[in-house]
């Protein structure tokens, strides 16, 4: 798609032209003993911190001093609405509708709270798909709402699988599965992007696909969200959860968003666990009324939120609103495309990129498998000062990130490999 070249020089060039190149300054890029820039690959596990989040939640932390309980109302940001202070941010950024997405929890609790409404189960359809290389946290979670309900977690979990030699999932595959056990299945739950792979699913077509045979539709989207541009409105699926700390770079362990598609908002019979904050606001404080469910996605949040968290969460929205996501999503494939070019460029028989040719099919991670490597490979790369993931048995996971890696970043990380390999 593009026309890439070796050398240091091309890579200089492709930072000079890059529109999106000073929001690099706008990040803490983390340094080594010598204060130079460590080559920072794994937003995909933390994002960086925004210079702009320190101001978002000082604020937060002195309306709090000046004001006590008078914040919630007070405060430059009231607290008592301050999760719809995100709603339209995050629904641009996941492509959803204010009304179908929130800021609440953590991510494996939303995952558990929407299973609660969205995985209900009979004794004829009981059981839950996910893809064989799930995140561990997603299988625990399928595994445990299947025991919740008095059903076995080992014939329950029906799993879509690459075929031998392969890695990467086909949807004829899911298909097949879906003709043979359909109408077994209650609920489709898949990792949005495979964490492993990095292979990015079409959602809309397993929504189709699982809606076909009357199945419930979900995606854990920890991967996808603010990496991809997800759609999930479009995806018609039933609901998807994602987490903000790796690619929304909100900070560790950081709140959760959910979405709950449209059709879901006003229907006032589905299954849920409640607290005050599903109830109407108007009337919330009135405390002594009948429960009365707020409609949309709100109206799964069950506590009153942790504002300091959603300050550094409003911080990164307001950066992302201002790059816009087209243009994200543009330097994203420009990024990785030029890192598969030079990966492929060493010509090395030991190394094979696991993760989708197509750029429609992934993200910015490239999962690099290197044969015969052991975690040594990875102690090496740290020392030279490329951060990265590593995933038994041989792969390291490489997420260059738009909004702060550069051309050089990569070109260096894949010259520092090649020296390492040629040891
Ligand atoms: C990162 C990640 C998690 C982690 O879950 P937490 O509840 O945030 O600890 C779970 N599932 C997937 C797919 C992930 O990528």
């Not at 031998?164 to 056990?181: F, N, P, S, V």
């Amino acid at each position: 798609m593009f026309d890439y070249k070796s050398g240091l020089d091309f890579a200089k060039e492709l930072d000079q032209k890059d529109k999106l190149a000073p929001y690099r300054n706008q990040f803490h890029i983390p340094k080594d003993q010598n204060g130079n820039d460590l080559i920072y690959l794994c937003g995909n596990s933390l994002g960086l911190q925004p210079k702009t989040t320190k101001a978002y939640v000082n604020q937060e932390l002195e309306d709090w001093a000046n004001l006590g309980v008078e914040g919630h109302t007070e405060a430059r940001h009231p607290w008592l609405p301050y999760h719809e202070f995100l709603a339209e941010s995050m629904a641009k950024v996941v492509g959803a509708k204010p009304i179908e997405v929130v800021v609440m929890n953590t991510l494996t609790a939303n995952l558990h709270f929407m299973m609660v409404s969205f995985y209900q189960p009979t004794p004829k359809r009981y059981k839950i798909l996910i893809e064989a290389d799930a995140f561990p946290s997603d299988k625990y979670a399928v595994e445990s709402q299947l025991r919740h309900h008095g059903y076995n977690d080992t014939d329950g979990v029906i799993l879509w699988k690459a075929r031998e030699g392969e890695e990467l999932l086909r949807y004829e595959d899911l298909e097949a599965i879906l003709e043979k056990h359909g109408n077994e299945i209650a609920l489709i739950m898949i990792g949005g992007v495979n964490y492993y792979t990095g292979q990015y699913f079409d959602l809309k077509r397993i929504t189709k696909i699982g809606h076909n045979s009357g199945c419930m539709v979900g995606f854990d989207c920890a991967h996808g969200a603010g990496n991809v541009q997800l759609n999930l409105h479009d995806s018609g699926a039933d609901f998807a959860v994602w987490c903000t700390y790796k690619y929304l770079n909100s900070g560790p362990g950081s709140l959760a968003g959910a979405f709950v598609h449209e059709r879901h908002a006003y229907n006032k019979n589905l299954n849920r666990f409640t607290g005050w904050w599903s109830h109407n606001k108007q009337t919330r404080f009135n405390m002594r009324d009948e429960f009365d469910q707020l409609p949309g996605a709100e109206g799964w949040q069950l506590s009153n939120p942790p504002i300091l968290s959603m300050a550094a969460i409003r911080a990164s929205l307001d950066l992302f609103n201002a790059v816009g996501f087209e243009n994200l999503t543009e330097k994203s494939k420009k990024l990785t495309g030029y890192f598969e070019f030079l990966i492929n460029e060493l010509n090395n028989e030991h190394i094979k990129i696991i993760t989708p040719k197509s750029s429609d099919e992934r993200g910015c991670q490239l999962s690099i498998q290197v044969k015969n490597a052991d975690k040594t490979l990875h102690q090496k790369l740290t020392e030279s000062g490329v951060i990265c993931d590593w995933r038994e048995p041989d792969v390291i996971r490489c997420a260059p990130v738009p909004l702060y890696n550069s051309f050089e970043d990569v070109y260096k990380m894949v010259e520092i490999l090649k020296a390492i390999l040629n040891e």
